[in-house]
Nanobody, 115 residues
Framework: QVQLVESGGGLVQPGGSLRLSCAASGSIFRFNTMAWYRQAPGKQRDLVATIPTIGSTNYADSVKGRFTISRDSAKNTVYLQMNSLKPEDTAVYYC?????????WGQGTQVTVSS
């Protein structure tokens, strides 16, 4: 059964931090590069960060130096630590595989950066 459950979003002031979590099915997590995507209102869904099973992480230019993606194989969970948040980071955040996302998307988690 496909499972992608995102959590950890919320309302935060500019400059603040949040840590997102994504619990994935073992069958998805174990063999795939995992990624975080985000979709702001009225915009397309964009790739934010990727983490392979082995190898280096990659980040969109807009979040480099501020966001950190990690994965815990024991928990089949992917994390996104977001620091120095900006209003333009406001979006619904999703996790999925990369480079080809699954046809299934979780419900996402809303991140709102506002004073």
């Amino acid at each position: 059964q496909v499972q992608l459950v995102e959590s950890g979003g919320g309302l935060v002031q500019p400059g603040g931090s949040l840590r997102l979590s994504c619990a994935a099915s073992g069958s998805i997590f174990r063999f795939n590069t995992m990624a975080w995507y985000r979709q702001a209102p009225g915009k397309q869904r964009d790739l934010v960060a990727t983490i392979p099973t082995i190898g280096s992480t990659n980040y969109a230019d807009s979040v480099k130096g501020r966001f950190t993606i990690s994965r815990d194989s024991a928990k089949n969970t992917v994390y996104l630590q977001m620091n120095s948040l900006k209003p333009e980071d406001t979006a619904v955040y999703y996790c999925n595989t990369s480079p080809r996302p699954l046809g299934y998307w979780g419900q996402g988690t809303q991140v709102t950066v506002s004073s």
